[in-house]
C-alpha cells in the first residue's frame, strides 16, 4: 500500500497498536531523547511508535522512533516483510534471453516494468503550502537537543532537496541540521555524499550560493528514500516511486526553484551561500559517541511552509538498537538483489545493528575457486558507500549470516591468522572516530571460509561433527514421548 502522508501512516501505526500518545508534557530538550531511548531498546512489544502531542515551548506534537522495529520498518514500506521488496526486484532483474521460444516470458514482465517506473507527478496546490511563513522562526519547531554534549538543537529526520548545478538532476539526502538561531542552521554533507558534490560543483562554476529545500515529515517511503544509498544518476522520488508502486506527489517551493513533497509536514526553503562556514557539532551519533565538532556550511532559512497543525518527524540516535538500525536494516534486504548481480557468489549479507550501517558486513558466498573470499571482500569495497565498511566477515554458503552465534563459531574456529586476515587502508565514514586520520584508514577483511589446499593449506580440513539424518529422524519420531 501507498500511504498518501505521513498522517495516514500514524494512524496506521495506531490502528494496530504500534503507536503510544504521550499527552504528559515533555521536553525536547534531552527528555524526549532519554525516554525514546528507553522505549527503543524495550522487549515484549513496549517498543513502539512515540507521538508526543504535548511538547514544551511548542504547539507541535512530536512524532519518534516510527520506524524502530522491523514491523514498523515493513509497515512503512507497505510489505509484510523487507524481503518482499528485495523479490520484486530479482524478478524486475531476470529478464529472460529474448528469443521466439520465451517471447510468453517477456511479455509477463512487462506489467512489472511499467509498475517499476513511477515518475514524480508535480501538482500546483499542495498541503504542505497550507501556511505560508517568510518571517521565519525556527523557534517555533520543537528541534530536539538530543544528548548532553551537543552543539545545540538538531534537525534529525530532514530530506534535504539540491540540483546540481551542471545537470539539473535533484538529490534528496538526509542531513542533520543544527539550529543556530531563528533563520539559519547547520548542512552537515560529509564529503562523500551526493549534496556535498551538488555544493562543490556549484562553487567551481562560480556560484555564490545553491538553493536547497528541506521537508520534514513526509510519507516514510520518501524519508526512507532519501536514506538509500543509490547511484548518482537515480532520483530518489523515482525509487520512492518504484516503493510504494505509485507517483509522488511534487509542488514547486514559494521562494526557490525547487520541488519538494505535496504532502510533507514542513518545508525549509533556503539557500547555502558558497563561502560560508560555521562550526557544527559536537553531535551524539548513531555510533553510540559523540562525532566532533567541525566546520560545516550554513543553510539560511527565506521561507517555512507547513500543513496546519503539522507534525515534527524526528528521530535520535545513540547507541544501537535505535531506529536508524532499522533504516540500514531495510537498505540490507532491498539492496542485495543488486549486490548479487554484480557479484553472484553472494547468498546472503546480515549488517548487525551494532555495527551500526559501516562498521561490519557478513557475507556468506558459494566458493567455486581458491581466494574467492578476497575478491569479494575488494569487490564489496569498490562499491558506493560500501567504501566505508570497516570490517568484512565472509563465511561458506550453507553458513546462516543472520545467526551471529554460527558466524563467529565459524571465524573463531576457521581462520589463520597470518593468512585469513586481509588488512587495507581506504575511505571511511566521517563518524568514525577510531582512525588516527580523519575520513580514511585501515579495513579489515576476515575469510572464514573452509580453507581449500590451493590457498596454502597442507592440513586436512575435518569433517563437521554433525548427526546422521537415520538417526535425527528415529529421534524425531520419538520426540512426543520423551517429555522434553
Known amino acids: 500500500m501507498a500511504y498518501k502522508d505521513l498522517r495516514e501512516f500514524v494512524e496506521e501505526l495506531n490502528s494496530r497498536g504500534l503507536l503510544q500518545r504521550i499527552t504528559e508534557e515533555v521536553d525536547p530538550y534531552l527528555e524526549i531523547t532519554e525516554i525514546t531511548d528507553r522505549v527503543s531498546k524495550m522487549t515484549g512489544g513496549k517498543n513502539k511508535a512515540l507521538l508526543f502531542e504535548n511538547v514544551k515551548g511548542s504547539s507541535m506534537p512530536v512524532l519518534i522512533n516510527a520506524f524502530g522495529s522491523m514491523e514498523r520498518m515493513a509497515l512503512a514500506l507497505g510489505v509484510n516483510k523487507l524481503d518482499d521488496i528485495a523479490d520484486e526486484i530479482r524478478s524486475i532483474l531476470k529478464l529472460p534471453y529474448i528469443s ?39 523557534d517555533k519547531i520543537p528541534i530536539l537537543t538530543c544528548w548532553p554534549q551537543d552543539g545545540g538543537p538538531f534537525v534529525t529526520l530532514p530530506l534535504v532537496f ?83 508502486h505509485k507517483s509522488v506527489e511534487m509542488v514547486k517551493c514559494k521562494t526557490i526553484d525547487m520541488e519538494v513533497p505535496a504532502c510533507a509536514e514542513i518545508i525549509l526553503e533556503g539557500y547555502v551561500a558558497a563561502n560560508e562556514l560555521r562550526r557544527e557539532g559536537p553531535f551524539g551519533d548513531h555510533t553510540g559517541y ?35 538500525c532499522y533504516l540500514a536494516k531495510a537498505t540490507e534486504r532491498i539492496f542485495l538483489p543488486l549486490l548479487q548481480q554484480m557479484l553472484p557468489e553472494i547468498i546472503d549479507i546480515n549488517m548487525p545493528l551494532e555495527g551500526v550501517f559501516h562498521d561490519c558486513i557478513i557475507v556468506s558466498i558459494k566458493k567455486s575457486y581458491p581466494m574467492q573470499a578476497r575478491k569479494v571482500m575488494h569487490a564489496l ?104
Open 100 to 138: 521466439l521460444q520465451n517471447k510468453l516470458s517477456v511479455v509477463s514482465l512487462i506489467p512489472k516494468l511499467k509498475n517499476a517506473i513511477n515518475f514524480p507527478k508535480y501538482v500546483k496546490d499542495a498541503p504542505c503550502q497550507e501556511v505560508v511563513e517568510k518571517d521565519v522562526d525556527l
Open 162 to 244: 539540491t540540483k546540481n548545478p551542471k545537470t539539473q538532476k535533484r538529490n534528496v539526502g538526509m542531513y542533520r541540521l543544527q539550529k543556530y538561531d531563528k533563520k539559519t542552521t547547520g548542512m552537515h554533507w560529509h564529503i562523500h555524499k551526493n549534496g556535498a558534490e551538488n555544493f562543490r560543483d556549484m562553487k567551481e562554476a562560480g556560484g555564490e550560493r545553491i538553493e536547497a529545500a528541506v521537508a520534514i515529515g513526509t510519507d516514510p517511503v520518501l524519508t526512507y528514500a532519501a536514506t538509500a544509498p543509490l547511484p548518482r544518476d537515480i532520483d530518489e522520488m523515482v525509487f520512492a516511486g518504484f516503493l510504494r
Open 290 to 324: 559523540y562525532s566532533l565538532a567541525d566546520d560545516y556550511p550554513v543553510f539560511h532559512v527565506e521561507c517555512i511552509t507547513h500543513r496546519k497543525n503539522p507534525i515534527y518527524a524526528a528521530t535520535v540516535v545513540g547507541k544501537p538498537p535505535m531506529e536508524d
Open 381 to 484: 569495497w569498490g562499491m558506493g558507500q560500501m567504501m566505508n565498511v570497516k570490517m568484512i566477515i565472509v563465511v561458506d554458503a550453507h553458513i546462516n549470516v543472520q545467526d551471529l552465534s554460527e558466524v563467529w563459531w565459524r571465524v573463531y574456529n576457521n581462520i589463520d591468522a597470518s593468512c585469513d586476515l586481509e588488512i587495507v587502508k581506504g575511505p571511511l565514514d566521517v563518524l568514525d572516530h577510531s582512525s588516527p586520520m580523519a575520513k580514511w584508514g585501515s579495513k579489515l577483511g576476515i575469510d572464514a571460509t573452509k580453507t581449500w589446499p590451493e590457498e596454502g593449506h597442507s592440513r586436512q580440513w575435518p569433517d563437521e561433527a554433525t548427526m546422521t539424518q537415520e538417526v535425527k529422524k528415529i529421534v524425531d519420531e520419538k520426540w512426543a514421548r520423551l517429555g522434553l
